[in-house]
Each structure stands twice: as C-alpha cells, then as structure tokens.
C-alpha cells in the first residue's frame, strides 16, 4: 500500500457537502491520473459520497480520512475502502484496523508522536498538519534520528510547496485538498479539477 502511495504522489482529501459532486469529482481526479482518493469523514455526506465513488471507480484506490472511532474503520471497511487515516495517532484505531485488515495512516506532529507510532510498528505516517507543525524543516528534522520513518506531510499543501516537500528524502507522497476544493465543487468545475490533477500528477519527478 505504501508503493500505491509512493506512485500516486499527491492524495487528495476530499470534503464532500453534496453527495452529487462525488463521482464527478473522483471521476475528474481519475482521469486526470490521480486514483487514490481520501474522502474526509466531515460531512454528513461522506459514507454516502465514499460509497458511490467505490461503486463508480472500483479500480482506484478509495480511503477514508479524518477517523476518528473505531467504529468507522468497520464501516469503511464494509463500504470498500482501502485505506484509512486519521489526524493523529490513536492504538485504538490502528487495533480496529488491524482487526479488519484496513491499511491504517495515523498522523502524527511530534517526535513523540513518531516515536509512539513507531514502537506500534508503523513506518509510514501522516505529518498533520503539516505547514502549522513545522513543514520542510520539521521532515529535515525527522530524517536523521528516524531513519526508517517515511511521511505523508498534509495540511498547507499547495502548489507553492508541493515540490519542496516532494524532494525529501522521507516523504512518499503528499496529501491536500487544493486539487478539488469545495469552490470548484460548488462551481461544477470538473474540467477544473481535471486540470489541477493532470499538473500535479508529475509533481516532483
Ligand atoms: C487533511 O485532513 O489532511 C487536511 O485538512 C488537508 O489540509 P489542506 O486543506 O490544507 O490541504
């Protein structure tokens, strides 16, 4: 799952208030050649919205974001979804997704936080949010005394730093919700969407 990741480069993480606006959107996304999608369990659409994308898009790689209680790694795992990440790091969910055989991203800020993570046996993990807690600097930071620690830095990522953070010898990929923002959703802008994916799919190559 970490190679999905790896190749995919840029997640984006999705916050769907209408339900309609899911599979134009995952569909843009798709096309544009970007097939791992994080939809954010934010809105009262969201297992809706997941559902039609993983019925429409069975090939691409669907997760859930923000995942807050167990109980949501069990329906995310009944509804298709591949993966599940949460804002920060939490035993109890990475045991419910073990349970269920649900690949888990838990996030993390600190070093203590990467150290806990660690010692729970993951070496892939979500740096949240990303810019607030310390962005580039913070990933240089960890690289030394965490060798075996690659991230996935989200939260403040955009055009104007998506490189910078490609190019760290620790991060896999990058998450954000630049790529369909609530505004192009709200506009239809699926050609918008499209767009975005396609300058972004070769980010940091
Ligand atoms: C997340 O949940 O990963 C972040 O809220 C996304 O952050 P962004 O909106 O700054 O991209």
Redesign the pocket.
């Known amino acids: 799952m970490k190679g999905l990741f790896g190749r995919a480069k840029v997640i984006p ?1 999705l916050i769907f208030d209408r339900v309609d606006d899911a599979v134009p959107t995952a569909t843009a996304l798709i096309e544009g050649g970007l097939s791992v999608l994080e939809v ?1 369990l934010r809105t009262d659409t969201a297992w809706e919205a997941l559902e039609a994308i993983v019925t429409r898009h069975p090939r691409a790689t669907i997760g859930v ?2 995942v807050l209680e167990s109980e949501q790694i069990a329906r995310a795992k009944a509804c298709g979804a591949a993966f599940a990440v949460s ?1 920060g790091f939490d035993p109890a969910l990475a045991a419910a997704a073990a349970a269920r055989d649900l690949f888990y991203l838990p996030g993390i800020a600190t070093a203590s936080e990467v150290m806990a993570a660690r010692r729970a046996g993951f070496r892939f993990l979500k740096f ?2 990303a810019e607030a807690a310390g962005g580039v600097a913070m990933l240089k930071s960890f690289a030394s005394p965490f060798r075996d620690m690659s991230f996935c830095p ?5 055009p104007g730093n998506l490189d910078d953070y490609l190019s760290l010898s620790n991060v896999v990929c990058v ?4 790529v369909a923002t609530a505004g192009d959703m709200a506009g239809d802008d699926w050609d918008g969407i499209r767009t975005k994916a396609v300058a972004t799919r070769n980010a940091g190559s």
């Open positions: 993480v954010t974001g923000t804002p949240f949010p989200t939260g403040g990522v955009g998450g954000g919700s630049w």
